[in-house]
T-cell receptor, first 106, second 114 residues
Framework: KNEVEQSPQNLTAQEGEFITINCSYSVGISALHWLQQHPGGGIVSLFMLSSGKKKHGRLIATINIQEKHSSLHITASHPRDSAVYIC????????FGAGTILRVKS | DTAVSQTPKYLVTQMGNDKSIKCEQNLGHDTMYWYKQDSKKFLKIMFSYNNKELIINETVPNRFSPKSPDKAHLNLHINSLELGDSAVYFC?????????????FGAGSRLTVL
């Protein structure tokens, strides 16, 4: 079992739907990272959080330290949100989840 | 102006060859990393340098040798390439250690070994 587990592995949504991607971790973390990798391959950091909730535009990330669980929510999803979403956590080095492949259809 | 730049973006080579990938960051960060992303898109740390000092060296074959001439550069040299080395290699940087600081990634270098 990986130290950082994501679900679902694949997700297809209709444009406008509310999307949730989950991340559970067993590794000790300083913070939990959410990354986005577009089909072109580049990786962008979306959020880094160690408690509570962060919001950026239509994206919201939450974390529950006691339950070792984080969620990434996308409101009013759009085809341009189609990407791989990766969570990662750790101390000196990050351990990555396997990623969630999101496809938003118009 | 690209924050973390890697070259080359694509590299196709024969088994047994030696190749290098270069990385430079202009963010003033003190920590740089090499990550390997396999065919299943799984990212894994290979090396990390902080102010030119090696701080993370995962279980990587010693055919892989990182070099950091200064804190803005981290290069990756691979000797005697094998088929299993085919992957996308990402350079990244952060100010302070990765666990507690935001990472900025390069665009990736896709290595194909024939």
């Amino acid at each position: 079992k990986n130290e950082v587990e994501q679900s679902p592995q694949n997700l297809t949504a209709q444009e406008g739907e509310f999307i949730t991607i989950n991340c559970s971790y067993s590794v000790g973390i300083s913070a939990l990272h959410w990354l986005q990798q577009h089909p072109g391959g580049g990786i962008v950091s979306l959020f880094m959080l160690s408690s509570g909730k962060k919001k950026h535009g239509r994206l919201i990330a939450t974390i529950n330290i006691q339950e070792k669980h984080s969620s990434l929510h996308i409101t009013a999803s759009h085809p341009r949100d189609s990407a791989v979403y990766i969570c990662a956590g750790g101390g000196n080095k990050l351990v990555f989840g396997a990623g969630t492949i999101l496809r938003v259809k118009s | 102006d690209t924050a973390v730049s890697q070259t080359p973006k694509y590299l196709v080579t024969q088994m047994g060859n030696d190749k290098s990938i270069k990385c430079e960051q202009n963010l003033g960060h003190d920590t740089m990393y090499w990550y390997k992303q396999d065919s299943k898109k799984f990212l894994k740390i290979m090396f990390s340098y902080n102010n030119k000092e090696l701080i993370i060296n995962e279980t990587v074959p010693n055919r892989f040798s990182p070099k950091s001439p200064d804190k803005a550069h981290l290069n990756l040299h691979i000797n005697s390439l094998e088929l299993g080395d085919s992957a996308v290699y990402f350079c990244a940087s952060s100010q302070g250690r990765a666990g507690a600081n935001v990472l900025t990634f390069g665009a990736g270098s896709r290595l194909t070994v024939l």
